[in-house]
């Protein structure tokens, strides 16, 4: 009896030790690297879905807003802009700041860690080469008055006249929509498109005739102009 109880209590102590050495093994994570603290997460695939995933979509495939897995707009929003725009927000839309020193609750290196992950699984210089793009941003302001007669030529076979919406498209003039979205995010817009929306890029509006970037920043300039001074009010 004492042999058998001392073998069982062998057998345990053999058994415990397997299942410790186990925390180690090939395809069991780490109990520290269950435990790793919020800032000092690198991993990319956390970062986007935990932070950006529910506006841009799964796979930066698009959602509420632009989709980030687009070659044009990976094009000509260089790595600048991508940082800039994820640490500091977007003010006046629901693009929040999301470093620490601009209110927000990620470090510098999981910004970082952000902006090349999107770069590097999205960008696509092999889609866009020998396209002649344009800028991301203009230096030039756009001419409110051009971009009335800009927006019927190319945009209101889907937005309607005025752009108060037709079966091609909603209503782009909305003051709930132009509150929430910036000129920048307008023209981004108008450049690369919305295709999960099947919205075309600044070439698609009609065949053969693609838009300068004249063109777009006057349309903009004109998108701006209906934007209403107080959203939400009579007044």
């Known amino acids: 009896m004492i042999l058998t109880r001392s073998i069982a209590v062998a057998w345990l102590v053999f058994a415990t030790g397997l299942l410790v050495g186990c925390d180690d093994a090939p395809g069991r994570r780490a109990i520290d690297a ?27 495939r698009g959602g509420p807003a632009l989709a980030l897995a687009s070659p044009i707009y990976l094009a000509i929003a260089d790595a600048g802009v991508l940082r800039r725009v994820t640490a500091d927000g977007i003010a006046g839309t629901p693009m929040p700041a999301f470093a620490r020193g601009s209110g927000g609750m990620l470090t510098d290196q999981q910004i970082d860690a952000i902006v090349n992950g999107i770069r590097t699984r999205w960008a696509n210089p092999s889609a866009v080469a020998g396209i002649d793009l344009p800028p991301y941003s203009d230096s030039l302001p756009g001419d409110a008055r051009r971009g009335g007669a800009v927006f019927a030529t190319y945009c209101a076979s889907c937005h309607g006249d005025g752009g108060r919406g037709a079966r091609g498209g ?64 009579p007044y």
């Open 170 to 233: 909603s209503s782009i003039v909305d003051g709930s929509y132009l509150a929430l979205v910036s000129d920048q995010g307008l023209r981004t817009t108008v450049i690369a498109g919305r295709p999960d929306l099947g919205a075309p890029d600044w070439r698609g509006n009609i065949r053969g005739k693609a838009m300068t970037s004249q063109d777009i920043s006057d349309v903009v300039a004109w998108l701006s102009a209906q934007r209403p001074p107080f959203p939400g009010q």
């Open 34 to 60: 269950e435990n790793v603290a919020p800032d000092k997460i690198l991993d990319f695939n956390v970062l986007y879905h935990t932070n950006c995933a529910g506006c841009h979509g799964a796979d930066g």
